[in-house]
């Protein structure tokens, strides 16, 4: 075999894909490789066995597994992981649905952009806790309060990334589809959602960590049932290794929330393809 072709195996082994590969072994399963988990899993042992177990600060590991398996045993701990996780999907399902559809109304239209954008500018700025107090005295310490303050600013992602693209569209393309008389139903399912939903995909890959983030804010403020409010409890009674093992509760949803974003992610992508190679 010559120099060249010694050279060139390598690089023709990659580009063929090999079995086996990580690159396309993680693009079939959308998991990201358990060795990024191998620093965290070396700081965390190396916590356990530095820290002074009677740390009221900074309590080892262990005795953060103990407390949330003490949670989970009286029942608090899955009934407050079940109302934080409906209220991040819902709301994340809400803002998505409703970022989408503003976002392509506002994006179609010149006039209707540049009269709603000083509005949309200053909404979108607002900080989420700043919501609450005004969410509470409308609707009451509730879980519809709760899911209101995470659909709004979870919804702003989602909305001006749609919004971008949807101005974007050539308006060429659009009158090409009148012109071979398509009805409005067709050109929106034939060129108006393969052109918008890789930017409402981004849009929801932004907005999925901040959901979770703002249902935490929201329970924590408020004390409704959640996530936020076991660790709002926890810290106000200096339960420190309570709070720590609920910080990684949070972790582990949000971990997971990003992973099924993607997952989702990646099969509309591939369905989307599919339909432009037939």
Known sequence: MSRADASTEPATEIAGGRPGRSRHTRGRSGMPPLRGLLPLAIGLLAWQLLADPGSPYFPPPSRWFAELWASARGGELLVALAQTTVT????????????????????????????????LEFL??????????????????????????????????????????????????????????????????KVLVPSLTPSVLLGVRVAGPLALIIS?????????????????????????????GLLVVAGVLGFIVNLLVNRAEEMVRSRLSGEVRR
Do not use: C, H
């Open 88 to 119: 991040l999907f819902l709301g994340l399902l809400a803002a998505t649905v409703g970022g989408a559809v503003l976002g392509a109304l506002i994006g179609a239209s010149r006039g209707a952009d540049r009269a709603a954008g000083p509005t």
């Open 124 to 189: 979108r700025v607002l900080p989420a806790a700043a919501l609450v107090p005004l969410a509470a005295l409308l609707l009451g310490y509730t879980q519809s309060m709760k899911l209101a303050v995470v659909v709004l600013p979870a919804m702003w992602p989602v909305l001006l990334t749609v919004r971008a693209a949807r101005r974007s569209v050539s308006p060429v393309l659009l009158d090409v589809t009148r012109t071979l008389g398509l009805s409005w139903w067709q050109r929106t399912r």
């Open 216 to 244: 935490l804010l929201v329970e924590i403020v408020t004390r409704i049932d959640g996530i936020g409010a076991l660790m709002g409890a926890a810290q106000a009674n200096f339960r420190s290794a309570q709070v720590f």
